[in-house]
């Protein structure tokens, strides 16, 4: 079974401080999103990563994808109240005929204060 | 707007009826998931189809949960004799069949049963 992990699971910051959030897995994925999801709506994609080691930038996000294709990590620098959300990340099986299915952790919950 | 649309949007029933929901997916994507997330947690997957077909369900869809895409389009899902236990937001996601295809998901679903 794949599973992923992220943390943390709650995190709280002032507007303008800067914060990274982990995805992290024992299993390979063949690519990694990562999402948005407001209380009450469905998930929005923000990213895709597929190549290990990527790095892609969104304005103020960051996004990286272990070397191993692993893990992930997703960085905001000069957090804005907007960002306040639940932030999911989601892998694709990556061994040879797996399942099309995303396997998503269970997220972390950003508040960003003013 | 031509995103992945659901109807209803909430949905409160008893316990023992039967509910049915719809989902229509991004026009050009030919492959349809459905996800179901509870609270406190990350989506986790019920199936998925490739057009008309009905290629991978997971073991949380017990014998009361069916779908269908009748003409690879838009999905139903429908719960028999529901539980409180079904209480959950339901997701519905498209994609394109293509390596890496990113999922769309569309608002949800919430079911509430009392």
């Known amino acids: 079974t794949q599973l992923l992990e992220q943390s943390p699971q709650f995190l709280s910051i002032q507007e303008g401080e800067n914060l990274t959030v982990y995805c992290n897995s024992s299993s390979v994925f063949s690519s990694l999103q990562w999402y948005r999801q407001e209380p009450g709506e469905g998930p929005v994609l923000l990213v895709t990563v597929v190549t290990g080691g990527e790095v892609k930038k969104l304005k103020r996000l960051t996004f990286q994808f272990g070397d191993a294709r692993k893990d992930s990590s997703l960085h905001i620098t000069a957090a804005q109240p907007g960002d306040t959300g639940l932030y999911l990340c989601a892998g694709r099986d990556g061994r040879r005929g797996g399942s099309e299915k995303l396997v998503f952790g269970k997220g972390t919950k950003l508040t960003v204060n003013p | 707007d031509t995103g992945v649309s659901q109807d209803p949007r909430h949905k409160i029933t008893k316990r023992g009826q039967n509910v049915t929901f719809r989902c229509d997916p991004i026009?050009?994507?030919?492959?349809l998931y459905w996800y179901r997330q509870t609270l406190g947690q990350g989506p986790e997957f019920l199936t998925y189809f490739q057009n008309e077909a009905q290629l991978e369900k997971s073991r949380l869809l017990s014998d009361r949960f069916s779908a269908e895409r009748p003409k690879g389009s838009f999905s139903t899902l429908e719960i028999q004799r529901t539980e409180q236990g079904d209480s959950a937001m339901y997701l519905c996601a498209s994609s394109r069949t293509s390596a890496g295809g990113e999922q769309f998901f569309g608002p949800g679903t919430r079911l509430t049963v009392l």
């Open positions: 026009s050009e994507h030919n492959r």
